[in-house]
């Protein structure tokens, strides 16, 4: 669907085709900021993890919701990221630029104040509540908008990356921050909910 301009009607150029190019553009430049700082964290022996990763009920680990989405433990977990992060983030963006920023803000900070309150003793890091986040608004936006459309391509992405859900699970691995996958999630819900075109105005 596509995002009217403050004027009631679809920007002037604002076809699918330049959101498409422009989601890509978006997408693809987060995501090699991504490698970017996994690189030098790397070479710092992942340093930035200890400084910068999500530390549970720490006064001054509030902050860290702010950065430990951008950190990963390992080039291998960011690479396990990329993939669903690119496609969610790329559909996200194809309804706009306003739908992408709110979807991708409630999956950030809700991911990283449940981690913050409820989350284990280690340090946090990695994208991994974005993807959860970005999955479940695609899967929840299409019932709250009614939109024919957008249930079908909800139904498409359960069947292919649904089992990805047992993630928010605190007993499928204990490897995992499902505290961040369940904060992500409950994000993209309340994005969908709040970008309802359904929804009393």
Do not use: C, K
């Given at each position: 669907?596509?995002?009217?301009?403050?004027?009631?009607?679809?920007?002037?150029?604002?076809?699918?085709?330049?959101?498409?190019?422009?989601?890509?553009?978006?997408?693809?430049?987060?995501?090699?900021?991504?490698?970017?700082?996994?690189?030098?964290?790397?070479?710092?022996?992942?340093?930035?993890?200890?400084?910068?990763?999500?530390?549970?009920?720490?006064?001054?680990?509030?902050?860290d919701i702010l950065t430990f989405p951008l950190l990963h433990a390992s080039l291998a977990h960011l690479m396990s990221n990329t993939l669903p992060l690119v496609i969610f983030g790329f559909l996200v963006f194809l309804s706009g630029r306003r739908v992408f920023i709110t979807a991708l803000a409630a999956s950030?900070?809700?991911?990283?104040?449940?981690?913050?309150?409820?989350?284990?003793?280690?340090?946090?890091?990695?994208?991994?509540?974005?993807?959860?986040?970005?999955?479940?608004?695609?899967?929840?936006?299409?019932?709250?908008?009614?939109?024919?459309?957008?249930?079908?391509?909800?139904?498409?992405?359960?069947?292919?990356?649904?089992?990805?859900?047992?993630?928010?699970?605190?007993?499928?691995?204990?490897?995992?921050?499902?505290?961040?996958?369940?904060?992500?999630?409950?994000?993209?819900?309340?994005?969908?909910?709040?970008?309802?075109?359904?929804?009393?105005?």
């Amino acid at each position: 669907m596509l995002e009217p301009s403050g004027g009631g009607q679809p920007g002037a150029g604002d076809t699918p085709a330049v959101r498409a190019r422009r989601g890509l553009l978006v997408v693809g430049s987060f995501v090699v900021l991504l490698y970017l700082i996994e690189i030098v964290n790397t070479v710092m022996l992942h340093a930035l993890n200890r400084t910068f990763g999500l530390r549970p009920r720490s006064l001054d680990g509030i902050l860290d919701i702010l950065t430990f989405p951008l950190l990963h433990a390992s080039l291998a977990h960011l690479m396990s990221n990329t993939l669903p992060l690119v496609i969610f983030g790329f559909l996200v963006f194809l309804s706009g630029r306003r739908v992408f920023i709110t979807a991708l803000a409630a999956s950030w900070l809700a991911s990283g104040i449940l981690v913050w309150l409820i989350g284990g003793t280690s340090v946090t890091v990695g994208a991994s509540g974005l993807v959860f986040g970005l999955f479940s608004f695609l899967l929840v936006r299409g019932f709250f908008n009614r939109s024919w459309w957008q249930i079908v391509l909800s139904v498409v992405l359960f069947m292919a990356y649904g089992g990805i859900l047992f993630g928010v699970l605190p007993t499928v691995a204990s490897f995992v921050s499902w505290q961040a996958h369940l904060g992500g999630a409950i994000g993209g819900v309340v994005a969908a909910l709040l970008l309802s075109t359904r929804r009393p105005r």
